[in-house]
């Protein structure tokens, strides 16, 4: 539970850096912004194609000082931005940059520090920007990727296009990469047409032989992928999709000669190596492929994939996630795997796990890992100071008084088992946002028997801080205002129009509609009820 009230702390100045024209990647030189007075500030700029960037409120050409203490960026990695919208900021260190497309007209940027967001005001294509016109942008035909040069397609009603006998030649990589646009650049590195663009939700999505993939919506820039080849390609815009049918080419199918499977050390002997003779599978009479390990020591859930010719990237075969072994109770098990390359999707693997003995009672030791401004030494599994206590219920808890947070503060950590990260326990890295600047109080509550995210709970409650269950308004009293005010930010999202810590009335650790319900029937009833 985050307990904050989202406050404006006044700065002196905001900037903006990022590519040209915010200064060409120079924490010690972004372009300053207009100062509104009213806790917003603003710029405009011509832009012309994409650019990267984020806010800061303050410069400094050290990197190591802008990050944690300046940057406002996404939450993780980098994200795509629109004209028109508002969108959330944090200042959460280097984690990745916004990245904006503009058509060569002027954009004002409004950064909103009360409520940690900003605008871009200006330009906007239609929403569906079809000029008659789809060409095939990529590894097509020669095209290469050359944005004034795609290929055009065949059209009777501007809905379905098509290309025959397309050539999709390899990028180097083992397959081709295309995309579609309805408006073409003015030379070989105009790229400023991302509204016209449409492609694939994921960048690198694989488009098999015969099976329809779905187009992502316009202004999408993610690219298909396919094994070389010829091709006829169909798009179908009213349907959304793409289907890609092969007629030839000088590329033939990868002949698999082996299969091999891959994963995490402790239990595959190389982590996470393709190449690893050692774990090359079996191929028996019925063209089944097995894998065997005997006497292993298991006590959580595991992850491995099968790779053909010792590649993870050969054509995505035979597919592109992990699997999940899930192991139900400690012990010793044999572990069998086997693959099935004739079968489809989760048909295609199998992995019995066959309990052979029990390990002696292992008490385990439950350690948090994470920033190291909260736990004193950063990402370090080894470190007993951060060891968790369990209780007579068989929950682990860390409590850490005192710890100094900034508004927008990311807490990450990871819960790790005997001081080392043990196969994919108990599940990926966990991330929780201070809204208000102060010094808290974090407890961390682990149930190594819950299921996923219910194994965790995190509740940061700040010093001194007085609590008053219900006061959603932060009146001092509890009333029908207060239903309001929670009703109001659930809609709108907007923690300035609550205390949060108050309007958890229900006591679960976050806000939500059950909130409201409890509040009601205290209201109704005068007792809460937990």
Not at 121 to 139: D, S
Not at 168 to 194: P, R, V, Y
Not at 230 to 252: A, F, H, M, Q
Not at 435 to 459: C, L, Q, S, W
């Amino acid at each position: 539970m985050l307990i904050a009230l989202v406050g404006f702390n006044a700065n002196a100045a905001m900037y903006i850096v990022g590519s040209n024209p915010f200064g060409n990647w120079n924490p010690g030189n972004g372009v300053e912004m207009t100062d509104n007075g009213d806790g917003t500030y603003s710029y405009t700029a011509t832009i012309t194609g994409t650019v990267y960037f984020v806010f800061g409120d303050g410069l400094n050409s050290d990197w190591g000082v802008f990050n944690p203490d300046h940057r406002y960026g996404p939450a993780a990695g980098d994200e795509n931005v629109a004209a028109g919208e508002w969108v959330a900021t944090q200042k959460a260190g280097d984690h990745g940059s916004y990245i904006f497309t503009g058509s060569g007209d002027d954009y004002t940027f409004t950064f909103d520090e009360i409520n940690s967001q900003f605008k871009i005001e200006g330009y906007v294509e239609p929403i569906n920007p079809l000029t008659g016109h789809l060409y095939a942008l990529g590894q097509v035909n020669g095209n290469n990727w050359n944005p004034s040069a795609g290929i055009e397609m065949n059209t009777t009603d501007e809905n379905i296009f098509t290309l025959t006998e397309a050539e999709i030649t390899d990028s180097g990589e083992g397959f081709g990469f295309f995309s579609f646009t309805s408006k073409l650049g003015e030379n070989a590195d105009d790229w400023g047409f991302q509204p016209y663009r449409r492609g694939a939700a994921v960048d690198g999505t694989l488009v098999e032989d015969s099976v329809a993939a779905e187009l992502a919506n316009w202004g999408s820039t993610g690219a298909f992928k396919v094994v070389p080849g010829i091709y006829d390609i169909e798009v179908n815009l009213s349907e959304n999709t793409v289907l890609l049918t092969r007629k030839g080419g000088d590329v033939p199918p990868v002949e698999i000669t082996v299969y091999t499977v891959a994963g995490p050390d402790i239990i595959f002997g190389s982590d996470w190596d393709p190449t690893d003779e050692a774990n090359d599978m079996v191929k028996g009479a019925d063209g089944i492929y097995t894998w065997t390990k005997e006497e292993v020591a298991l006590y959580g859930n595991f992850e491995f994939k099968v790779a053909g010719n010792h590649n993870f990237n050969v054509y995505e075969w035979p597919l592109g996630n992990n699997w999940i072994a899930k192991v139900n109770e400690e012990g010793i098990y044999t572990i069998d795997i086997t693959f099935d390359p004739e079968a489809e999707g989760d048909d295609r693997i199998t992995c019995t796990l066959t309990k052979t003995g029990d390990v002696e009672h292992i008490d385990h030791t439950y350690t948090v890992a994470g920033t190291e401004n909260v736990f004193g030494s950063n990402w370090s599994p080894s470190d007993e100071a951060n060891d968790m206590v369990k209780g007579a219920d068989g929950i682990y808890t860390l409590s850490k008084d005192g710890v100094e947070l900034a508004a927008q503060e990311e807490v990450q950590f990871r819960i790790v088992q005997d001081h080392a990260w043990t196969y994919a326990w108990p599940v990926g890295n966990w991330r929780y946002t201070c809204e208000e600047a102060g010094t808290y109080n974090i407890v961390i509550t682990f149930d190594p028997t819950a299921i996923d995210e219910e194994k965790i709970t995190f509740t940061a409650t700040l010093a001194g801080g007085n609590v008053l269950r219900g006061d959603a308004d932060g009146s001092g009293d509890v009333k029908i205002a207060d239903v309001t005010a929670l009703i109001n930010y659930l809609l709108s999202g907007d923690a300035s129009l609550v205390n949060v810590q108050n309007a958890d009335c229900d006591q679960s650790g976050d806000v939500k509609i059950a909130d409201v319900t409890a509040l009601i029937n205290y209201l109704l009833s005068g007792v809460w009820v937990d």
